[in-house]
């Protein structure tokens, strides 16, 4: 009876290294995008925040900034005046997640962002480096 629980063991702790390289290697959510007449939506913005764990008022601010346009977040989508493609749209929040998700130093996306006298920094949970973002 315990000879076959060790086995089990074994198995289970065997088919561990598999699932912890999956969730080692942070994917970029993909932003869908659609363009109805003269603007374009990110249908699923409100996941997008989620998944980088930002709130979404920071996320559409750099996004405003960037195409230097005007929109709004109504909960779920975020709608942009001016046609943006698909890929100008990934390009920008992949840019989004390497300046403020991403811990530079390990190269983690467990991180959190703190204010100090008018500066950020992003504050990594996972290895403690604690580095310059720049002014809010
Ligand atoms: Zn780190």
Redesign the pocket.
């Known amino acids: 009876m315990e000879k076959d629980y060790r086995k089990m063991l074994d198995r289970a702790y065997e088919e561990l290294p598999d699932q912890m390289e999956t969730t080692d290697r942070f994917q970029i959510p993909r932003a869908y995008v659609r363009q109805q007449g003269r603007r374009s939506y990110i249908m699923n913005f409100k996941e997008i925040a989620d998944e980088l764990r930002r709130d979404p008022k920071h996320l559409m601010k750099f996004l405003l900034n960037e195409t230097a346009t005007r929109g709004n977040f109504d909960g779920t989508r975020a709608r942009f005046q001016g046609r943006f493609s698909s890929d100008s749209i990934r390009n920008l929040i992949e840019i989004y997640t390497n300046k403020y998700v991403i811990?530079p130093?390990?190269n983690?996306p467990d991180t959190h962002i703190v204010r100090e006298r008018r500066l950020n920094f992003l504050q990594?949970d996972?290895?403690g480096?604690r580095s310059s973002i720049g002014k809010s």
């Open positions: 811990c130093v390990c983690r990594c996972a290895c480096a």
